[in-house]
């Protein structure tokens, strides 16, 4: 029975490999790479570590797990909250964020949290 598993695993290895190298080559998944310079990466993490504080900081949006990335100085949101004033709240805080060029918002409201 190993040696059945064993041949059958050497089998789909290359199957599993031409997968990836065709996902990868097509832009859909597989492996991506950061062109941003480290100043830049720099600035996009401070960018992310304010907003977080601020919504850490602020009673309508700090009870709920918001996700925050930055690239370019550009903030996706993420995550779900309880209400559509949590949402917006979310979206002002990242928006007022100094070195912020834009916000886009894919925060779902769940009104049953």
């Keep these: 029975m190993r040696v059945l598993s064993a041949a059958i695993l050497v089998l789909m290895m290359p199957a599993c490999t031409?997968?990836?190298?065709?996902?990868?080559?097509?832009?859909?998944?597989?492996?991506s790479t950061d062109n941003r310079s480290s100043a830049q990466v720099a600035a996009d993490n401070t960018i992310s570590a304010t907003i977080r504080r601020k919504f850490s900081a602020d009673s309508t949006v700090s009870q709920y797990a918001i996700g925050i990335r930055t690239i370019d100085s550009n903030v996706t949101l993420s995550g779900t909250v309880g209400s559509f004033p949590a949402r917006d709240r979310a979206v002002q805080i990242a928006t007022d964020t100094d070195g912020v060029n834009s916000v886009r918002n894919q925060v779902m409201v769940n009104t049953n949290l």
């Design 18 to 31: 031409s997968m990836l190298l065709a996902s990868a080559s097509s832009g859909e998944g597989g492996v």
